[in-house]
């Protein structure tokens, strides 16, 4: 039973780690796009891409520190 | 000052390269009963040895030879608060082998989780019962004192702010002289601009900016510094360390809720702009939003260094743990990448950490405009 | 989480705030405020100079132009003195010559007159004259005429022939 419980922890964390990898890198690509489009707003956007990547970033921690 | 840098930067690089060596060094001494060492054990090893690099300890160790247990280092002041104040050099715990008697009380260090127990005279740990308040079940719990010791990371985090310190007032000396920047000015003027220019200024505002600069600065380069620390081959992770992001971001959160504007309380007690239901329902969700910044900002810092060392350490010990030339010689490579990118990423964390605190700050300086 | 706070070292704690804060006053007094104020001065001095050789660049163009201005007054006050002189000498010659015309038309007209007085006059002599030698040559011829009886009774013959043929 503890161990069920302990395995259900551990895929809960995996699950979030998937979603956070799939926002950060949907960020990164954006970024990547915004970027190409827009080169003269490097500066801007890469700030902005840090600061939504490090939030969702913090979500991931999260879950891996509740296992 | 550059060619220091420079120095410093070779130095980050090929650290592993230097631990590696330290390493053979080890296992060179040890002989015929190594060789026999089987897969698990090894692995189990090599755990110890990531586990031991990311951690505290109470001496000062660069090397340690387990075949004729050699501990190269120094020692440093272990301070104890047990109804007084003990004070002695952890060389007299002598690597967790010696109990140590100070003002008729004794203390033994564990080797294994590095922490300080209270034991009676013969070295036996003393326990105290502890009843669980909802199970009502009774447990023993090991006795500890507050241990208020000189470890290697408060040993660092004192030597990097007398480096800190020395540096820029340094800088801050050479500004008298002229005008423009000289020797290490060159390189450090362009970056505390930056903080201000592009961090400070467009979070928080040209106006409200000047009285944060001090901490944001100071944050800024205090989490830099540690984190190049961390890169060299001495087994140094400050700011992997819970208890220093925990410091840092108590900092941030102290400030932000201090120098507060009105505007701040009135978007956690009564959001602006949204129907009066929807007011009440966002009142808890901002109220702990308020403490998950800093919470995020701890753990952020704090997962980012420890992961890096575990993975630079383990792929270290993964150097060691493959025979083949080709295995070995992957491993090293792939070391050195991941050093380049821990340089990165302690600069990115230092970065991030500032960025999001002046966020903050710029969201409780600002003043009426919606 | 129990693992999070068993990590957790207050020892390490307490004196990482303590030294973080102690640290943070000593730089703001030390390092930041003068750094911070060295460069700002330096942006307030920087800008100043900008704006003023801004200033300056226009203060330049100003003089430039009115520079240019003086000289294209100059140049058209030159153009003005050359044309004046210009009209002046061909007005000047002009001049000369309607009064050397006229002059010389006077001097021809009364050399003219001079010449037919002299004219008239020489006639009017070579008129006395020939008269006087007429009579002088008829008085001859007269006298030569009415020299013998015959001729003059010819003569006389004659002239009443005339008169008869009349």
């Given amino acids: ?67 | 000052m550059h060619r220091l840098l420079r120095i410093l930067f070779v130095l980050a690089v090929t650290s592993p390269l230097i631990v590696n060596a330290n390493t053979h060094a080890d296992e060179g001494h040890g002989g015929g009963p190594e060789t026999e060492l089987t897969p698990e054990k090894q692995r189990e090893k090599n755990n110890e040895f990531v586990k031991h690099h990311t951690k505290d300890s109470h001496d000062f160790g660069v090397l340690v030879d387990e075949s004729e247990d050699k501990h190269y280092g120094f020692p440093l002041p272990v301070i104890l608060y047990d109804n007084g104040i003990h004070f002695f050099w952890s060389s007299a715990f002598e690597h967790g082998h010696k109990v140590v008697e100070s003002n008729g009380l004794y203390y033994k260090l564990d080797a294994h989780d590095g922490k300080i127990y209270k034991t009676d005279e013969h070295g036996h740990v003393l326990k105290k019962v502890v009843i669980d308040e909802d199970t009502k079940e009774e447990s023993l719990e090991e006795l500890m004192p507050l241990d208020l010791s000189i470890t290697k990371n408060v040993f660092i985090i004192f030597l990097m702010s007398i480096l800190m310190f020395f540096l820029f007032r340094g800088i801050a000396k050479s500004y008298r002289t002229g005008l423009a920047p000289t020797g290490a000015a060159k390189f450090f003027e362009p970056i505390i601009l930056f903080i201000r220019d592009d961090i400070a200024i467009p979070n928080i505002g040209e106006k409200q900016h000047k009285k944060y600069m001090v901490y944001l600065l100071t944050v800024f380069f205090f989490i830099w510094f540690l984190n190049l620390a961390g890169m060299t081959p001495l087994g140094i992770n400050v700011t992997g360390n819970l208890a220093v992001t925990a410091a840092l971001a108590l900092c941030t959160f102290v400030i932000t809720t201090f120098t507060a504007k009105k505007d701040y309380w009135m978007h956690i007690v009564w959001m602006p702009g949204v129907p009066v239901p929807m007011k009440i329902m966002l009142f808890p969700i901002e109220v702990i939003g308020m403490f998950v910044k800093p919470f995020a900002l701890m753990i952020r810092l704090y997962a980012n260094m420890l992961a890096g060392h575990i993975v630079l350490g383990a792929l270290i010990a993964a150097v060691f743990f493959f025979d083949a030339f080709l295995a070995k010689g992957a491993f090293i490579g792939l070391t050195f990448f991941m050093n380049i990118i821990e340089l990165l990423v302690a600069l990115l964390q230092a970065y991030i950490f500032t960025m999001l605190t002046a966020l903050y700050f710029g969201a409780a300086a600002a003043e009426g405009h919606h | 989480m129990d693992k999070l706070l068993g990590e957790f070292s207050i020892g390490l704690f307490f004196w990482q705030t303590v030294l973080f804060l102690a640290l943070l006053f000593l730089l703001r007094k030390f390092a930041w405020k003068p750094i911070l104020d060295a460069v700002n001065e330096r942006e307030d001095k920087i800008s100043g100079s900008l704006e003023e050789a801004e200033k300056m660049k226009v203060e330049m163009a100003a003089l430039k132009a009115s520079n240019e201005d003086l000289l294209k007054e100059a140049r058209a006050e030159r153009d003005l003195m050359i044309k004046d002189a210009k009209e002046t000498a061909s007005k000047m010659i002009e001049e000369a010559k309607e009064k050397a015309k006229v002059e010389g038309s006077k001097l021809l007209s009364s050399a003219k007159e001079s010449i037919n007085a002299e004219k008239a006059a020489a006639i009017t002599e070579l008129k006395t004259q020939v008269a006087a030698f007429s009579i002088e040559i008829a008085e001859q011829i007269v006298r030569a005429e009415l020299s013998s009886a015959d001729k003059q009774k010819a003569m006389a013959d004659k002239m009443a022939e005339d008169i008869n043929m009349n």
Avoid at chain 1, 10 to 36: E, F, K, P, W, Y
């Fill in chain 1, 1 to 67: 039973m503890v161990e069920t419980a302990a395995a259900v922890k551990l895929i809960g964390a995996g699950l979030v780690v998937i979603g956070v990898g799939l926002g950060i890198g949907r960020i990164g690509g954006s970024a990547m796009d915004a970027i190409a489009r827009q080169p003269e707003a490097t500066n801007k956007i890469q700030t902005a891409m840090l600061i939504a990547a490090a939030l969702i970033e913090g979500i991931g921690f999260a879950a891996l520190f509740a296992v």
